[in-house]
């Protein structure tokens, strides 16, 4: 365990622990489709400025319970908090304006529109946005000028900024995860959620990737992601949480989580003693 994780070093490796300085917390939070309950998760914390991992078996409920944290989807009982907020019934778009903002397990770029302009969307509180001062250049030219030098300097972080005036659509998935992440940026969040970031990404973006979420740590921000790329667990996060059928049946460190018994029951069946091996493709 690193010096910034050892806040964790105390924390029991239980279904719901307890986190010394939580971001998010969610309580009771539980969704159905029809007769089908896709989540029902009693409680989970989220420890601020690490990375924790959201991973389980495909249908185990991650995705939906992803939606219901960022209010993109309204669950049908419980409570989640971020920064001590209640978030239950913000719309998802002031949810991305307290500071917790997330990309897609599909990207969501903005196809006819330039990298650049894909950039300048993401960024809160545009004077622009307003009917009356759009027709005044003069009241946001100034504030345009600065939403476009930070776009730069992003862009330029994640390597695009020979992009800029590229359309999205012409880019391939992996520099549109790219594009996603970035633009989740502008916004200056507190914490990001990565929704399966490495889905459809070529192995040459891949390590580009890993390290652009290693530097939103870095940063200070928080990072909850979903993945199935088990390698890509075990290198950067601190702390992993699993889900089978919509409930959380195991967190912990990454190490110790694929030698739980519930968490090889979940992936192999109930009679698989042997420890999940991180190391191969699922």
């Known amino acids: 365990m690193t010096a910034d994780t050892d806040v964790l070093a105390g924390v029991s490796p239980t279904p719901g622990s307890k986190k ?5 917390i969610a309580t009771g939070v539980s969704r159905s489709f029809g007769g089908l ?3 029902d998760v009693e409680h989970v914390e989220i420890q601020r400025g690490l990375i924790t991992a959201l991973i389980g078996p495909n249908g185990a409920g991650k995705t939906t319970f992803f939606n219901l944290l960022t209010n993109f989807d309204e669950p049908d009982s419980g ?4 920064e001590g907020k209640s978030l239950n019934g ?3 778009y002031k949810v991305a304006n307290l500071g917790m903002v997330r990309t897609f397990q599909l990207t969501k770029a903005l196809s006819k529109m330039t990298v ?17 001062r759009a027709i ?10 600065e939403i476009e030098s930070a776009a730069d300097s992003l862009l330029a972080r994640f390597k695009m900024d020979h992009m800029r005036e590229e359309f999205a659509g012409t880019l391939s998935g992996g520099q549109r995860k790219l594009l996603e992440m970035a633009r989740a940026l502008m916004v200056k969040p507190k914490m990001v959620m990565l929704d399966e970031p490495m889905a459809g990404v070529n192995p040459a973006l891949k390590q580009s990737l890993l390290d652009h979420i290693k530097g939103l740590k870095a940063d200070g921000m928080t990072v909850l992601f979903v993945e199935h790329d088990m390698d890509m667990v075990q290198e950067i996060s601190d702390w992993v949480i699993v889900m089978a059928e919509g409930r959380i049946i195991a967190e912990g460190p990454p190490k110790s989580i694929s030698e739980n018994e519930a968490v090889v029951s979940a992936y192999l ?9 991180f190391g191969d493709d699922e």
């Open 79 to 82: 409570d989640r908090t971020f």
């Open 37 to 39: 309950k896709a989540v």
């Open 20 to 24: 010394p300085d939580p971001i998010l």
């Open 269 to 277: 069946g109930s009679h698989h003693d042997a420890p999940l091996d």
């Open 90 to 92: 913000v719309a998802a």
């Open 136 to 145: 005044f250049p003069f009241l946001w030219r100034d504030q345009d000028n």
């Open 116 to 132: 650049l302009e894909n950039m300048k969307l993401g960024a809160t509180g545009q004077k622009g946005e307003s009917m009356f």
